[in-house]
């Protein structure tokens, strides 16, 4: 039973789309997170909610919206592509602050 | 300063060996210390937690030093399969990790 799953996988665009990443934890976290890793394989945490509510929001263009309709989802909204947008996202989830993090397995996202 | 750092790497090591990867943290109201692995493509996966006190775990050993804030993981008998990155991981806030950039370990026949 797959802990924090993050859909799609992969997602190939085009410069000025607009697309959504989705995660979904079972672990019964309060906690969820969103983080991007560029090609130079830092990651970077973007935002963070609890419980439904936004801890964190990091230094993120106002393209990128999170949205949290309940505790156990977490998803991402990206509006007008760039190509500084690819990278790999991740998503993670923890019981509350402070303690380790659960990562989904990341989706791929490229632009053309 | 980064608010925490590490050696990139690669450490290159050879099957059976000892290898200790440092990593350093600014911020000395840290409160929290962990060390993730990352397999190529793969998301992190928590290795350990890093107690004050330090604490093992099989063959990795995981140290704090709060006075000179840094954090140290000791791998023992390296094995193939430990060939990853491993990223130091630290809290000073409720809600937020700060990732290193990693240290990347290629173990040897």
């Known amino acids: 039973d797959t802990a924090v799953s993050q859909t799609p996988k992969y997602l190939v665009t085009q410069m000025g789309n607009d697309k959504s990443i989705k995660c979904e934890q079972n672990?019964?976290?309060?906690?969820m997170y969103w983080y991007k890793q560029d090609s130079k394989k830092f990651l970077k945490i973007m935002f963070s909610?609890?419980?439904?509510?936004?801890?964190i929001n990091e230094t993120v263009p106002n393209r990128f919206s999170p949205k949290s309709p309940d505790k156990a989802h977490l998803n991402l909204h990206i509006n007008s592509l760039e190509l500084g947008d690819s990278a790999v996202y991740f998503c993670a989830s923890s019981l509350t602050g402070n303690q380790p993090q659960h990562f989904g397995d990341g989706t791929r996202l490229s632009i053309l | 300063r980064k608010e925490v750092e590490q050696d990139p790497g690669p450490f290159n090591v050879p099957e059976g060996a000892t290898v200790a990867f440092n990593c350093t943290y600014s911020?000395?109201?840290?409160?929290?210390f962990f060390w993730y692995r990352q397999d190529c493509r793969k998301e992190p996966k928590l290795l350990m937690s890093?107690?004050?006190s330090g604490n093992e775990d099989g063959r990795f050993t995981a140290q704090l030093n709060r006075a000179s804030q840094y954090i140290s993981l000791l791998i023992r008998d390296s094995k193939l399969s430990d060939s990853a990155t491993y990223l130091c991981?630290?809290?000073?806030?409720?809600?937020?990790?700060?990732f290193g950039t990693g240290t990347r370990l290629q173990v040897f026949p």
């Open positions: 672990l019964g976290h309060d906690t």
């Open positions: 911020n000395s109201a840290s409160q929290s």
């Open positions: 909610y609890n419980n439904k509510e936004l801890i």
């Open positions: 890093v107690y004050s």
């Open positions: 991981v630290v809290t000073y806030n409720t809600d937020k990790l700060i």
